[in-house]
C-alpha cells in the first residue's frame, strides 16, 4: 500500500496507507484499522442502539475511519452524537481520503466532534449519555498504547460508567474476547453480552455490551 499520509503525535508516528480505493491507519508500525469491512464497528452502534428509546445521547469514542459514526447518524434513534477523537489528523482526513467512508456524518447537525484524550475528557465532562461506544483500541488485552489499558481496568471502567445516563449502555469494541474484562464490566456496569463478527482471519471481532443496572 502506498503511504498518502504521515504525521508525528505526542503518540508517536501514524500513517495512512492507500491502494486501490481502501485505507489503513497504521500507528507506530502496528495495524489499527482499515477501510475493507466496517461490519463489527457498525455492529457496535447497533448493539447499543437496539437498548435506548427516540431522544438517546450517544457517545462514540473514536472515529476512526468513519464506520460507527455513519452508522449512528442513519438512526433517528439518536438526538445528539458527541465524537471523542484524540488524534486531529484522523479528523481532516474524513475531509479528503476518508471522506466516503464517514459520508456526511459530519455534517449532520446532531454531530458533534471533541478533539481530546478519551480519559482526560471523561474526566472534565459531566455530560450523561444514554449509550456510550468504546473503540478506541486493539481491546482490553492487546492496546496500541500502554496508557490505553486504563480505560480497560477498574478505574477506567468505572469512569465510564459514571457517564451513562439511568438505564444506559456501554458497549466496546474488541479484536478478541476477554473473560477478565467481561467479569470487570458486570461487576462494574451489570449484565453483559457480546456480539460476534467473523473476520477472514484469526478469532472473531467481538462487542461486549453492558447494561447499567438500576
Known amino acids: 500500500m502506498e503511504i498518502l499520509e504521515r504525521v508525528v503525535t505526542d503518540r508517536g508516528e501514524l500513517v495512512l496507507r492507500g491502494d ?7 500507528s507506530n508500525g502496528v495495524f489499527l484499522m ?16 437496539g437498548a435506548v428509546e427516540p431522544g438517546a445521547r450517544l457517545l462514540i469514542a473514536g472515529l476512526g475511519v468513519g464506520f460507527s459514526l455513519a452508522e449512528a447518524v442513519r438512526d433517528d434513534r439518536w438526538s445528539q452524537i458527541v465524537v471523542v477523537e484524540i488524534e486531529p489528523a484522523v479528523v481532516a482526513w474524513h475531509a479528503t481520503h476518508l ?10 447537525p446532531r454531530v458533534r466532534v471533541v478533539t481530546a484524550d478519551l480519559g482526560e ?41 459514571a457517564r451513562l445516563a ?11 474476547a476477554s473473560q477478565a474484562y467481561e467479569a470487570r464490566l458486570a ?3 451489570g449484565p453483559v453480552s457480546t456480539v460476534l463478527t467473523e473476520v477472514d482471519r484469526g478469532e472473531p471481532d467481538v462487542v461486549f455490551v ?5
Open 210 to 214: 453492558a447494561h447499567l443496572r438500576a
Open 166 to 176: 439511568p438505564g444506559g449502555v456501554l458497549a466496546v469494541w474488541s479484536a478478541a
Open 99 to 108: 471522506a466516503a467512508f464517514s459520508g456526511s456524518a459530519l455534517r449532520d
Open 20 to 26: 486501490a480505493g481502501h485505507y489503513e491507519l497504521i
Open 34 to 49: 482499515d477501510t475493507r469491512s466496517g461490519a463489527s464497528e457498525r455492529a457496535l452502534v447497533r448493539a447499543a442502539a
Open 121 to 161: 475528557w471523561l474526566v472534565s465532562t459531566d455530560e450523561l449519555f444514554d449509550a456510550i461506544c468504546v473503540d478506541v483500541d486493539n481491546g482490553p488485552d492487546w492496546t496500541v498504547f500502554d496508557t490505553n489499558a486504563a480505560l480497560y481496568g477498574d478505574a477506567g471502567t468505572a469512569l465510564l460508567r
Open 187 to 189: 461487576a462494574t456496569i
